[in-house]
């Protein structure tokens, strides 16, 4: 390996040294803390205990009692994460060992010689689209080295190369590849140990209230500790944001090292094509995830999820015409980078990590050589693979209650069920997905249908371009970008600075911001809408060659009309989400009570809006049987949800049910009229193509 790739950068070092000052004040300040509270834990048990001597009785046996607990409650505060240990669940892992998977570890071994770092302590399989190093920490890790473990997730090892796996394991080794590395470590702990102190507070908490709960004197002391603690937490906590805020700084920089180490060991391609893979990846295991959970009701599952996963990786990759190279597409920067069109950067304040752009971009800076280690998947490297994926999948479905007498899918069903779920729910290829984010001109007017246009052969593959279809992800990067900078400005985020564009701003800066953001939207969304109706004119044109004008006008009619609706639906359920919304978080008794009201008021006008889905015909086919059994039971009960200072988890359940049904009804009929629409349309373009190629006669 490269020895330069070892050597932190000079910006590394610059971070770890601000991390380090950051820290020292910190400790300063909570040393001076804790001199200051066992001086009053001295000082008010010499109180208490004087006056208990003073004049021996029960009054002054609990007020000295309360002056004891005073002190020794705030010192407890101050010095309780030194016995606080931050062990990882591991109940979703499974352990493997060298025995039973040797050519894995011998990548494993080869790549700890290489980097120069410690073997891990041990190594862990499961099912996620992930590898990560973890160890179990506590304030003595500080100070005492500790042995960290390796975890590998199957459904990044069946989606990704072997030598893709090399580079991601050399990177997460490439954490802590030599003594210097360790700085980062130790601001990682100490970062721990200061979270841990201000606001892992749950075990602390119920301490006292069963100690204010003993005795009326007791609480009295107890809520006097607590303002203490109070301010000492405001205190630490202005601290704290200093050496968050650098220690973010420095864990940028330490992806970037770890980055070179793995470049350095396997080469700067191996983990580049890597990282744009792995958020397809992601999204095929979710698919897959959410298949079975649909089918838990049916006590469906599989014996193994894994090829289910590279099934759907496959499709989508054949879908957006990804080059495949060894049975693995290759995501092309160009394409990964296509649906971020995001300006916003918050990189220093939030972000522990480099963007993937920016590591790409200092992975293609150093431009190390593939070293190749094996051609084949990663998963080729574990013994009898075909055993452990299925093992891995059998403990993902352990973890649910299927009864009695589950079903084990046949393989085939799924992938039978995926095409159909997408002959169902995907729109034409023709629109260059255009309107998965978009729906169809409803701003016509009914003479729109009686003008002829002229025809424009070609035309279609303009409207639906690569530079079109970028004005509305560049739309929907500046919708994401207004609502961060609306959340810095309503300081919902503590933010003192950000990037914008490649410019620097301070928060004072978001109202001009917003501003000229809300035009740049403005300015593409008329863009877009004069778009719509260029698309519009064009397939009404097609429908006037093959005299189908009629046919098209119902299907916008009746999209536009089932549209309109549905806005109104969208914001009758916002509001009752809204409304709601109490329902899911803690809420004191008497707040409740009061809302309650505007529930029920609102509950009138929501079960006239589900008669209103069972009876329309426009929502026939998106209603089961089950489900209107659900919602009638809804309507026709007279639910209280609340009495007695307890919810009826029963009432409660069954009005978030159908506020679920509500959303999956109303959009379900949205979608079909659309897609029935924009279907019609694109067979009226296959039917025209066909004519000018005379292919079709008539």
Partial sequence: MNKNALQPSENFKKMARKSIQAILLFIVTYLILILGAVCLTVLCAYAGLMLIALKPMFFTFMLGGGLVCFGVLILVFLVKF????????????????????????????????????????????????????????????????????????????????????KAILAHEFGHFSQKSMRTGSYVYNVNQVIYNTLYDNDGYGNFTQKLAGISNYLAIFV????????????????????????HLALSREMEFHADAVAASVAGSDALITALHRLQLADYSLNNVFNYYNAKIIEKEKTINIFPQQKFVLDFYANLQDITVENNLPIVSEEHYNKFNKSKLVLKDQWSSHPSTKDRVAHLRKLDYPLKSYGVGIATDLLTNKHLVLEEITKKLFDAIDYGNSPIISDPGKFELD?????????????????????????????????KRLPIIQGQIGDLFNDENLSLIYLQDGIKTDLNTL????DEVFSVDTFDYDGQRHIKTDCTELIVRLNAEYEELESKLKQLDKQIFEYFL?????QNMVNDLKCLYDSNKEINVLLQNQQALLNKIIEITSFMRVSTAFETISQKMFLVKDEEVIFKEQLKFLLTDPIYTDEVSVEDRDKIEKFIAANYKYFAGGSYFDDQVDDLFECINLFSKITNGAGFKAKKKLLDFQADLEVADVGKVNGLVTG
């Fill in 486 to 489: 609306k959340q810095i400005e």
């Fill in 223 to 246: 809520v006097l500790a607590n303002k203490i603690i109070a301010g000492i937490q405001f205190i630490l906590k202005k601290n704290y944001d200093s050496v968050n805020l650098n």
């Fill in 82 to 165: 030194i016995f606080k240990v931050n062990k990882v669940d591991r109940s979703h892992l499974t352990r493997i060992t060298k025995a039973e998977h040797p050519d894995l570890f011998k990548m494993i071994d080869e790549i700890v010689e290489e980097v120069g770092t410690d073997l891990p302590k041990k190594v862990y399989l499961s099912s996620e689209v992930n590898a990560s190093v973890f160890y179990d920490s506590s304030f003595w890790s500080m100070f005492f080295p500790v042995k960290k473990n390796l975890h590998i997730g199957l459904g990044l090892m069946n989606t990704i190369s072997i030598n893709e796996l």
């Fill in 418 to 450: 995926f095409w159909e779920n997408q002959k169902q729910y995907s729109l034409n290829n023709m629109y260059n997905g255009y309107f998965d984010f978009r729906d169809p001109l409803i701003d016509f007017n009914e003479d729109a249908f009686e």
């Fill in 541 to 545: 044109s097609v429908a006037f060659k």
